[in-house]
């Protein structure tokens, strides 16, 4: 993909942007991408003029809480970091200090993914067997609700493509 600022060198930068249900998507080469200002992480300027960084974003999400301050003098023992030092900066200090802050970092996540557990996408080339047993998954989470709701119909159909689904992945 080449970039489509100067339509010269390849894309390596990939931008996206949601303001109001609206996607935009920038793909820059690196030169382009320093110059418009999508390269560094430092805050930038909305189109309609607010301003925007990552570490106010997480610290407008961490309330203060009493037991904040028991938790401002706990360590991590590999890298010094405290849970202060990733409310300023929204940065842990290494992969150790996401056990060490657990308990604060868990509310943290589901605040923001609405649960705890990240499942990520799967590539489409890839990853056949993954895809199919994501679908079962939301496949099964509808059977329940129709069964919940006593919509049987809908049930037969929704466990009959569970049965086919099961039956590519060979079980």
């Given at each position: 993909?080449i970039c489509?600022?100067?339509?010269?060198?390849p894309?390596?930068?990939?931008?996206t942007?949601i303001i109001?249900?609206?996607?935009?998507e920038m793909?820059?080469?690196e030169e382009?991408?320093?110059?418009?200002?999508q390269l560094?992480?430092?805050?930038f300027?909305?189109?309609?003029?607010s301003?925007?960084?990552?570490?106010?974003?997480?610290s407008?999400?961490?309330?203060?809480t009493?037991d904040?301050?028991m938790?401002?003098?706990?360590?991590c023992?590999?890298?010094?970091?405290?849970?202060e030092?990733?409310?300023?900066t929204?940065r842990?200090?290494?992969?150790?200090?996401?056990?060490?802050?657990?308990?604060?970092?868990?509310?943290?996540?589901?605040k923001?993914?609405?649960?705890n557990?990240h499942?990520?996408?799967?590539?489409?080339r890839a990853?056949?067997?993954l895809r199919?047993?994501r679908?079962?998954?939301?496949?099964?989470?509808?059977?329940n609700?129709?069964?919940r709701r006593?919509?049987y119909e809908?049930?037969?159909r929704?466990r009959d493509?569970?049965?086919?689904?099961?039956k590519?992945?060979?079980?």
């Open positions: 993909m489509e600022r100067c339509q010269k060198r894309a390596t930068v990939h931008y942007q109001n249900g609206q996607k935009t793909h820059l080469c382009c991408a320093r110059e418009t200002g560094n992480f430092e805050p300027t909305l189109p309609f003029g301003f925007f960084s990552i570490d106010n974003l997480l407008g999400l961490m309330d203060y009493a904040d301050y938790i401002q003098s706990v360590k023992s590999f890298c010094n970091s405290t849970y030092d990733f409310k300023k929204g842990l200090g290494c992969a150790r200090c996401y056990n060490v802050f657990r308990d604060r970092l868990m509310p943290l996540v589901r923001i993914h609405g649960h557990l499942k990520g996408k799967v590539p489409k990853g056949g067997n199919i047993e679908q079962i998954e939301r496949l099964r989470e509808q059977l609700d129709a069964v006593e919509a809908e049930a037969a929704l493509q569970i049965k086919e689904l099961e590519k992945l060979g079980r």
